[in-house]
């Protein structure tokens, strides 16, 4: 089972991000939850989202320890790098954040999402980024079903982007 917190600032698309394994998920037939939390200020304000992804049924969509976090900001590591279990994951965009962590228990992936968006041609696909290099780095869903996923999750007024956020997406996977 992977339990798994994705946190940023309203606006960076954590929630997105979220959806977005979870809909990979179930393409894959597993077991999935989605559980969103974020305050009335959404855009700027702080938002983050728990994912749970398991092949046996899930007794509860809250994560207290999640197994994996993918942080798209300073405010979000310091509230969540302490909850991650022992020999955990955490991938982050050090575009925006630069840590210095105390856990040597940890796997940790920085990645220059907005860097690596920018050259895409826009920031706002810095969320892709980060999911392409956290599904290479864990294999929690295959890339495949994740595009497959887009097409479910973004509304089809925008599907225009998909493109856009496919190459995102495989940009955060060879930055591995």
Known sequence: MSEIIVAGFGGQGVLLLGQLIAYGGMLEDKEVTWFPAYGPEQR??????????????????????????????????????NDIVP?????YNSSLSEIKSDRSDLRIIAVPANEIADKLGSSRVANMVLLGAFIEATGIVESTSIEASLKIVISERNHHLIPLNMQALKEGRAYQ
């Open 87 to 91: 020999h955990g994951l955490l991938v």
């Open 44 to 81: 700027g304000g702080t938002c983050n989202c728990s994912v749970v992804v398991s092949k046996e049924e899930i007794g509860s969509p809250v994560v207290s320890k999640p197994t994996s976090v993918i942080a798209m900001n300073t405010p979000s590591i310091e509230r969540f790098e």
